[in-house]
């Protein structure tokens, strides 16, 4: 099982205050950076980053590409993926040309992974460009392919013409380092998505607040789905993976991770179930004040309040590295590929993070390094009979099997 990290980073506001203080934000950025090098030096295999729009204080990366190349110059053996990319009102021609550019500067590091977004970040940019939002999922996709189809042509691209783009034939450049072109993935956010993942042939990021007995239903329905009759790969090679996103801080004990992590735990939790979607309606939403008063017994912006108990869903790593150990254990025996920790949330502080990283790798990853053998002997069961070109590095033998 592998292990990595995510990043939307978050910078939430002082109390009471209507900006930031001087540098809060480049600040953040600059701890992402130096977390990201740290589990780089331990070992720590992967790295994605969401893309977001307009969710001030609760995710404030909008431009993945350009932190991937701050990441590939200072990094040496991390994958570098996007978690996702927003297709949805991105150029896809754009799009693949930084994925190309960031792939060839990380010496093919690069992992895509594509999607829509939330429909209250995209609506901003429908909006501008006149497409209704009933059309979001089919323009999503049919970007995600325009995109997909460019890093996979070696030569001149043949051009796309359907009712969303009209691209003359083109050669662009630069081409990817990957061939036929970086891994695919794409994130779900709820139960009952593995089919339709499958069925594409795209890796799955998987949020995991329901815990190992979902993510083992989802597991199971990924394969199932990627043995059938109806594969329709996006891309020229598949990626059957699956990995798990979990959240939370590690700490030297229990009641230490707690004490570090609870409240932005809490805050996340908070954005999640609609506090995020309230700083895109009303830019002035205040999200940490809102927070703060929910805590205090004031009402969720949209009257249905998230659990409190939301740091403690079953999915959740808020722990010492026996616990975390054991939470991983479960996941392993689910069969999922790899485990995304998510760390970075309200005003956690940079100095536990890296200790964070510190513990993860030292204390928690080895007894997994060395059960592979065993997941991937697995891993080759649940491949017979998908006759596909296949292209993932979630093997340590990197199949790679592309016709």
């Known amino acids: 099982m592998k292990f990595g990290l995510f990043y ?34 331990l070992g720590i295999d992967y790295v994605f980053l969401g893309e977001h729009h307009f969710s001030a204080q609760y995710a404030h ?39 190309a550019m960031a792939d060839l500067i990380s010496d093919g590091r690069v992992e895509f992974g594509l999607g829509s977004g939330s429909p209250h970040e995209v609506a901003a940019f429908f909006q ?67 089919d339709g993942v499958a069925k594409r042939g795209l890796g799955q990021l998987m949020l995991t607040v329901g815990g190992p007995e979902l993510v083992a239903r989802e597991v199971q329905a990924y394969w199932n789905a ?56 009303n830019p002035e939403f205040h999200l940490w004040d809102e927070f703060k008063k ?34 991983y254990r479960q996941f392993e025996a689910a069969h999922s590929d790899g485990v995304l920790l998510n760390q970075q949330f309200g005003h956690t502080k940079h100095e536990h993070m890296m200790e964070s990283i510190e513990i993860l790798a030292r204390d928690v990853i080895p007894e997994f390094r060395e059960r592979e053998p065993e997941h991937e002997a697995w891993r080759a069961e649940q491949l017979k009979g998908v006759d596909l070109p296949i292209y993932t590095t979630v093997s340590s033998r990197r199949e790679a099997l592309v016709a």
Do not use: C
């Open 128 to 194: 501008n460009f006149g497409v209704d939002q009933s059309e979001r999922k089919a323009r999503t996709d049919a970007a995600a392919q325009i995109a997909v189809d460019i890093l996979g042509s070696r030569g001149a691209w043949p051009g796309a013409k359907n009712e969303f783009f009209d691209y003359p034939p083109a050669n662009v450049v630069p081409k990817s380092h990957q061939l036929p072109h970086p891994p695919l993935w794409t994130s779900t956010t709820g139960p009952g998505m593995a």
């Open 8 to 41: 939307n980073p978050m910078v939430p506001r002082r109390p009471g205050e209507l900006e930031w203080e001087p540098g809060e934000e480049r600040n953040a950025f600059k701890s992402t950076l130096e977390q990201i090098q740290l589990a780089d030096r």
């Open 226 to 281: 990627l043995r059938g009759d109806d594969v329709k790969p996006v891309g020229r090679a598949i990626n059957p993976a699956v990995f798990t996103f979990t959240s939370g801080l590690l700490a030297p004990t229990d009641q230490l991770a707690e004490e570090r992590g609870r409240e932005g735990l809490e805050f996340f939790g908070f954005g999640l179930m609609g506090g995020a979607a309230m700083t895109i309606q």
């Open 294 to 327: 929910w805590k205090a017994g004031g009402k969720d912006p949209r009257a249905t309040p998230p659990p409190m108990d939301f740091a403690y869903a079953p999915g959740q790593t808020m722990f010492g590295p026996d616990r975390a150990k054991k939470l």
């Open 61 to 99: 990366n909008s431009a993945s590409e350009v932190l991937l190349g701050a990441i590939a110059a200072t990094t040496k053996h991390i994958r570098l993926g996007t978690a996702i990319t927003q297709t949805s009102h991105n150029d896809p021609v754009r799009v693949a040309e930084r994925i």
